[in-house]
């Protein structure tokens, strides 16, 4: 089945670490990619997206995702975590095809960064 | 406050019980969407609203009934459920230029004894 696999459960950094959150993707085709964020009980929030153009995208709060087609991935960086990242992150993927909206999400990688 | 409104924000509920989840936005979005969120499992895509009209129901049962009397509200009737579906359950509504990506609910948490 076509899926979305985030590697990490659970990563755990210390503060100004650098971050690097695995997402691979099985879909053939031209993909839209998303990462979103849920902070502790808070709403799901877009973080950034990818449509085309430059693979680099650049998101808010200093992330960042590389879209890299022959690997099907789009990781997540950002290269010093702060205490306030703590949360949880899933990659999502809208599938090829006209007119869908469907996102489809991994199962999340929950992010503890220790002070 | 994210533009999406889900109510109630807690819901227990008695296995024989029949309730209903309400969603509403006024962000000017065509579609809704029903997302299940359990713990360590992705996020679950349910039902899908174009403009009003269902487009996506992924294998659901039936004790669960979307209702989508227009593009800014959309509900779910729970009805006879089962603990294991106790879960979040989110709302999230898109434009229908996708560049907007989607815009989430804070979601109601069922809890069913």
């Known amino acids: 089945a076509q899926s979305v696999s985030q590697h990490n459960h659970h990563v755990i950094l210390s503060e100004a670490a650098s971050l690097e959150l695995g997402c691979n993707y099985s879909?053939?085709?031209?993909?839209?990619l998303f990462w979103y964020v849920q902070y502790p009980g808070q709403h799901l929030q877009l973080l950034l997206k990818?449509?085309?153009?430059?693979?680099l995208v650049k998101g808010i709060k200093g992330f960042e995702a590389e879209f890299i087609k022959s690997k099907f991935s789009f990781n997540l960086r950002k290269p010093s975590v702060q205490w306030s990242d703590t949360a949880e992150y899933f990659c999502?993927?809208?599938?090829?095809?006209?007119?869908?909206?469907?996102?489809?999400f991994g199962k999340g990688t929950k992010l503890s960064v220790i002070p | 406050e994210t533009g999406v409104t889900q109510t109630p924000r807690h819901l227990v509920m008695g296995m024989t019980n029949k309730k209903s989840l309400k969603c509403e936005q006024h962000?000017?979005?065509?579609?809704m969407y029903w997302y299940k969120q359990s713990a360590k499992k992705p996020l679950e895509l349910m039902f899908v609203?174009?403009?009003?009209?269902?487009?996506e129901n992924n294998s659901v049962p039936s004790r669960f009934s979307p209702e989508c009397p227009n593009s800014s509200h959309l509900f779910l009737h729970l009805h006879t459920l089962q603990p294991e579906d106790s879960a979040l359950y989110l709302c999230?509504?898109?434009?229908?230029?996708?560049?907007?990506?989607?815009?989430f609910g804070s979601g109601t948490r069922l809890t069913v004894v």
């Open positions: 999230a509504s898109s434009s229908r230029d996708r560049n907007y990506g989607y815009t």
């Open positions: 609203y174009n403009f009003k009209e269902q487009t």
């Open positions: 990818y449509f085309s153009g430059d693979p």
């Open positions: 999502a993927v809208n599938p090829p095809g006209a007119g869908s909206y469907q996102l489809t």
């Open positions: 879909y053939g085709g031209t993909v839209n």
């Open positions: 962000l000017g979005h065509n579609a």
